[in-house]
């Protein structure tokens, strides 16, 4: 993955998909990774391989975050195992503009919730997928809206979302 800029990345979840979610974007840009579980992030902290910011707190109380310069943020990736607090914090961060979020559920019939409560940019994900692999698909390809590989990897399909802000036009 090459990237010119780092992102700002606020990651919710420090369970087995945040962590390595954690641990490969860190490489390459800044993470903040928040979980309500203490040893979670005691063992993050004490990582001295991993630069990433671990704080302890409960994402539903949002003024966590207040230390945080949310309008640099870049990405917000929920993936606890609360599907209704991915969602709740998803929309909190959709509402700042250029964050782009991405939700990972793990029950299926919350997938379609994001659009139908009027959030349609919220990226969801279902814990059966392989989430990693697609998160990272989005960072190769950061104005794509969807990505998927065939043919072994050698092909990319991308769905773009293009406003006259993106780069991409001209």
């Known amino acids: 993955m090459v990237t010119t800029n780092p992102n700002n990345i606020i990651i919710l979840g420090a369970g087995?998909?945040?962590?390595?979610?954690?641990?490969?974007?860190?490489?390459?840009?800044?993470?903040?990774?928040?979980?309500k579980d203490i040893n979670k992030i005691n063992q993050i902290k004490s990582n001295s391989k991993l630069d990433i910011m671990a704080i302890s707190g409960d994402a539903a109380d949002l003024s966590i975050f207040n230390d945080?310069?949310?309008k640099s943020i870049n990405f917000f990736i929920a993936c606890t195992n609360d599907d209704k607090l991915n969602i709740l914090t998803?929309?909190?961060f959709e509402k700042i503009p250029g964050v782009q979020t991405l939700i990972v559920l793990?029950?299926?019939?919350?997938k379609d919730h994001p659009g139908k409560l009027g959030f349609p940019?919220?990226?969801?994900?279902?814990?059966?997928d392989i989430v990693s692999e697609k998160i990272m698909n989005l960072f190769e390809t950061p104005y794509s809206w969807e990505t998927d590989k065939i043919a072994d990897s050698r092909i990319l399909f991308l769905k773009i979302k293009i406003?006259?802000?993106?780069p991409l036009i001209g």
């Not at 793990?106 to 919350?110: E, G, S």
């Not at 406003?163 to 993106?166: G, K, L, V, W």
Request: aromatic share 14%.
């Open 16 to 35: 087995s998909t945040g962590r390595y979610l954690a641990e490969d974007l860190s490489v390459e840009n800044n993470v903040i990774l928040v979980d």
């Open 68 to 70: 945080t310069n949310l």
């Open 106 to 110: 793990k029950d299926y019939k919350y």
């Open 90 to 92: 998803a929309m909190f």
């Open 163 to 166: 406003d006259e802000s993106n």
């Open 121 to 128: 940019e919220i990226k969801t994900f279902y814990s059966g």
